[in-house]
């Protein structure tokens, strides 16, 4: 590691300038890889780098390379797998890249959003992969200089060019100087020329780790996506850090002030996937340690402890062991199909129930059944799960949730709808499992969940859990209304910042 290149100054934050409530939510979480190697492929490491990070984002998918020259992308909507085939795999040459798997909504879902974000300059190139969300991105844009057009609806654009027009002589210099006007969640991969810039708001929300691969730098949304490729862990880049990779090598330039460590305590619940580890914590082993304390906080008398599958798996496993209830598989997931966590469309999450989960009905018929999940949002998914076993003949259906109920929708890059839509916001726990048709409902404590996930309380996000955000959020960006379906919305920043300050 090289010393520090400048040091880190206090934060000159602006005065905050707060927009109206949208009154939409906000959908957008994210998976990012970048490499630096000049002996391998990097295209094709990014490739299985990304779809290991398919989970974190199922709706585009994109690549960027620079070969020392320039830059190449190759970006679409859809999976990883049906964006990329070998033909455009082997189009990607060049020595370092950057890929995003991207996960929108309702009007965001366009090819322009579809990340690496390209700021095409008349003598330089700038690439930027972005996991997060910036609340005060319409404020930013105001200070934009009118030759800087926008050609997406991304906050990552905007970004971008408040990033080129600061100061520095440097890319690395000019990330530095602009990096606390940014407020909100931002884990950034970003792609000059010649090096990679990774690095991480001060709160720390989004993850990012570093990792090494026979001499090549990686680093990446989740350590999963590690593995997959065969690459060592490092270390996770920290909240504030700013690091580049270029053929000297990996170095920190220092970190930005950390205000408050706040990560978010919903990758433990859900996002991230079972086999990557944060903050020295294996998810798998945060989520089984949520149900052997939800066990213990809420017991229920039954034949056997179900999981809905995935990610309720792991707590599942925990439940059972610590209540000595039988394990047992009752839902069959179809895996080749995306999550339904939120879908853009009332009718596509209807169908995403029917057709994601078949229950074996021999097993359930005549059993006192408790099924494990990680969350409930809306409520509509659980309603089905449970009327479905019933009418498998289920004596009894209980459900224990693992983690709190969600209150209040995130602004820092999760698609939590907005708070109306939250069903834990409008109805207590008693009204939401009559409302779900549950024999009994509970759900973990958030003590219990900070407990489980074994980070320091006080080093965690957990606002859609208790509406206590780590900054002011009142009216902040939320990138779904800012992905008008306008086309005029799009192209003209002033008129776009009416909407939001009128
Ligand atoms: S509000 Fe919830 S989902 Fe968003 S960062 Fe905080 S804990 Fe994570």
Redesign the pocket.
């Given at each position: 590691m090289r010393k520090n290149s400048f040091s880190a100054k206090k934060s000159t934050r602006p005065e905050r300038v707060f927009l109206k409530p949208s009154g939409n939510p906000l959908r957008d979480k994210c998976g990012i890889f970048g490499i630096y190697g000049k002996e391998v492929d990097v295209a094709r490491i990014s490739f299985f780098g990304l779809y290991s990070l398919q989970h974190r984002g199922q709706e585009g998918a994109g690549i960027t390379v620079t070969d020392g020259k320039k830059l190449k992308s190759v970006k679409g909507l859809g999976l990883v797998s049906s964006v990329f085939d070998e033909e455009k795999i082997n189009s990607l040459k060049g020595f370092a890249s950057i890929g995003h798997t991207r996960y929108s909504t309702t009007g965001g879902n366009k090819l322009c959003n579809v990340q690496p974000v390209v700021l095409n300059l008349k003598d330089d190139v700038f690439a930027l992969a972005h996991n997060g969300n910036i609340i005060n991105a319409m404020d930013l844009a105001k200070t934009l200089p009118s030759q800087d057009k926008l050609s997406s609806t991304s906050d990552t654009e905007i970004m971008g060019w408040i990033i080129k027009n600061s100061k520095g002589k440097s890319w690395e210099e000019k990330v530095f100087t602009s990096f606390s006007q940014f407020q909100g969640?931002f884990s950034i991969i970003a792609l000059t020329k010649n090096k990679l810039i990774a690095f991480r708001d001060s709160y720390g929300?989004r993850p990012l780790v570093l990792g090494e691969l026979n001499g090549s730098y990686i680093t990446c949304s989740e350590t999963c996506a590690l593995d997959t490729v065969g690459a060592k862990f490092i270390r996770e880049v920290a909240p504030g850090e700013i690091i580049v990779i270029d053929e000297k090598g990996i170095h920190s330039l220092g970190k930005v002030r950390s205000i408050k460590k706040?990560f978010?305590?919903?990758?433990y619940v859900y996002l991230a996937r079972p086999d990557s580890i944060f903050n020295k914590q294996l998810v798998h082993q945060v989520r089984q340690r949520s149900g052997e304390i939800l066990a213990h906080e809420s017991p229920v008398g039954a034949d056997m402890v179900v999981a809905v599958p995935d990610s309720g798996t792991s707590a599942a496993i925990g439940y059972s062991k610590a209540s000595g209830i039988p394990y047992g598989e009752v839902l069959i997931k179809n895996r080749y199909i995306g999550r339904t966590f939120i879908q853009p469309e009332q009718h596509i999450r209807d169908m995403g129930v029917r057709i994601k989960f078949n229950p074996l009905k021999e097993i359930v018929k005549g059993k006192r059944i408790i099924i494990v999940d990680d969350s409930i949002v809306r409520g509509t998914t659980m309603k089905k799960i449970v009327k479905m076993l019933k009418n498998c003949g289920a004596k009894k259906v209980h459900i224990r949730v693992c983690s709190p109920p969600v209150t209040?929708p995130?602004?820092?890059?999760?698609d939590?709808p907005d708070k109306k839509k939250l069903i834990a916001s409008k109805m207590t726990v008693k009204e939401i499992e009559k409302f779900i048709g549950a024999d009994s409902l509970a759900y973990l404590s958030l003590n219990g969940l900070k407990k489980a996930s074994r980070v320091k309380s006080d080093e965690?996000?957990?606002?859609?859990?208790d509406g206590k955000?780590p900054m002011p959020v009142a009216g902040g960006f939320r990138k779904d209304v800012f992905e008008s379906e306008d086309t005029n919305l799009r192209m003209n920043p002033n008129q776009r910042i009416s909407k939001f300050v009128d």
């Open positions: 969640a929300f706040s978010c305590l919903f990758e209040d995130c602004y820092f890059g999760i939590t965690l996000c957990t606002s859609c859990f955000y």
